[in-house]
């Protein structure tokens, strides 16, 4: 039975038995029941385990050293779904400690598996939220990586930081004006599409964008801009003909 066709109250009560399996795994060094749960076709189920791992249990000094070698450990699985979620927890850790598990994001970018791909992007969202200066540190190296969907990935990673302080990535963004990948250029706009509508960050956004030299990518970058304020209305702070009328004084073409 699926974790959602469960009651909520049979729902805490699994929860509270994945975590107690976990924490008596971590106390005698064992990894059978993470390995399990780690496995689950169940993504709930997973997302219960990467959380005890990297949320609750770590937070507990005397089993961190624990929790990063069993990671360490179940990462190299040849089962996509484990090595997806130890980057999950990882990122959970990242939050805090990018230090510690930044290995497995350098890793993980390159997995030939997209599901751990897409994890290491999911990690890179919540740890830079949390923790931008080591995160975003990290991000500059792959900027003008040789690959084009390193690059796309990367700057897809870093959307959600962008959308509260749009300010920490448009240099980051900028990086990737000239790029000639249309996949990365296409998630560029995308982008900023995405932090430029909540309070005070389209000024934030068009200040900079008047800086930038690829005025073909700007002008489809300021259509999705307006674009955005109408498919998000219900929580732009602007309505769109605020947006364009902004765009209008203050973008110089």
């Given amino acids: ?38 496995s689950d076709d169940d993504t709930y189920i997973r997302k219960t385990g990467y959380l ?62 997209h599901r751990v791909r897409n994890a290491v992007i999911g990690s890179i969202k919540k740890m830079g939220e949390r923790n931008p200066v080591p995160v975003l540190a990290w991000v500059k190296t792959y900027l003008n990586h040789e690959n084009k969907e390193i690059r796309r990935e990367i700057c897809h990673g870093i959307e959600l930081r962008g959308r509260t302080h749009p300010q920490d990535i448009l240099p980051l963004l900028k990086e990737l004006e000239v790029d000639n990948a249309k996949r990365v250029s296409d998630t560029l706009i995308h982008v900023l599409g995405q932090i430029a509508y909540k309070r005070g960050c389209l000024k934030t956004v068009v200040t900079h964008l008047n800086k930038w030299q690829n005025k073909e990518l700007v002008q489809n970058a300021l259509d999705e801009i307006v674009d955005v304020h109408n498919r998000y209305k219900k929580f732009a702070v602007l309505t769109q003909q605020e947006a364009i009328a902004y765009i209008d004084a203050n973008y110089k073409a």
């Fill in 1 to 38: 039975m699926a974790f959602y066709d469960l009651t909520k109250e049979e729902r805490n009560q699994l929860v509270e038995k994945i975590n107690q399996r976990i924490e008596n795994d971590l106390e005698n060094n064992t990894s059978d029941n993470i390995l399990k749960y780690f």
């Fill in 52 to 113: 005890a791992i990297g949320k609750i249990f770590y937070a507990q000094p005397h089993l961190q050293n624990k929790i990063l070698s069993v990671l360490t450990r179940l990462f190299k699985s040849e089962d996509e779904l484990i090595r997806q979620t130890v980057v999950n927890a990882a990122g959970e850790i990242g939050k805090f400690h990018f230090d510690k598990i930044q290995t497995f994001m350098d890793i993980g970018l390159f997995d030939s598996h």
